[in-house]
């Protein structure tokens, strides 16, 4: 690094642990929902596809949580922990995408313009998922914070919840659990559709991420590990 390169702090340890559990929580979640996908394929049994889905919706909650820490940091968080500095809809946001596409030599302190519109779509589809995932939670395995409900709909006699198990027909209703069912097929698509798109995203993000390190070299990637960015004085944007 020369000289004249200063450091400067941009990502706080909040947005740091945030991004790298993120990380950690989707990988474990794509390969447990590809597994869940191409079952058959794998040749799963009742109890293999229980304990995955299982792994899955626990991997789900860290996932969830975390991520409503990010979007409540938006609001309530410091520096470029807020949305006015991470989302596309600052005022003059279409004036600096025009500059970024216009000048190849400009340095970002935050996000560029293209990432902050990364960004927007990555925080949108994980939240598609985080969502319909908590409503598939309770309807496939009758987890929290749904699955109690669930079970009260489907159940013959709702004295004996706990009967109610996966897979299982023992005090379950067959007519209200095909109503459940049909009302969870649609939302079983979005799941899936946000998979694929999220897939789609994260290999941009990360061409993105090669693409601006190699255009504004200010060390885009140990930034999101130490905090820092390193930012030629005459050259800083927002
Ligand atoms: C980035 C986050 C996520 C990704 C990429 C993802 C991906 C997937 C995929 C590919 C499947 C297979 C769908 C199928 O078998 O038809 C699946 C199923 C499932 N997911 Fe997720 N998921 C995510 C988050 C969550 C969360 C947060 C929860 C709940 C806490 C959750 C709960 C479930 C459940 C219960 C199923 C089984 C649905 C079924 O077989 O009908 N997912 N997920």
Known sequence: MTAQYQPIRVWSRKIRLFHWLNLLCVLLLMVIGLMLLNGKL?????????????????????????????LVLGFLGKGYERWGKTLPFNPGYRRELLAFRQNKHLVYKGHNPAGKLMVAALLFFMSVQMLTGLVLAGTDIYYPPFGTYVAAYIAEDSD???????????????????????LRKPVVTVHVYSFYTLVVLIVFHILGVIIAERREKTALVSAMINGYKYLPPDKQKK
Not at 49 to 69: D, E, M, P, R, S
Not at 160 to 174: C, F, G, M, Q, T
Not at 177 to 182: T, V
């Open 42 to 70: 794998l040749g799963l049994s009742a109890d293999g596809k229980i304990l995955l889905k299982t792994f899955h919706v626990i991997t789900g909650y860290v996932f969830a949580l975390n991520l409503v820490f990010r």
């Open 160 to 182: 004996k919840l706990d009967e109610i198990k996966p897979y299982s027909k023992v005090n379950v209703n067959a007519q209200a659990y095909r109503e459940m069912r049909a």
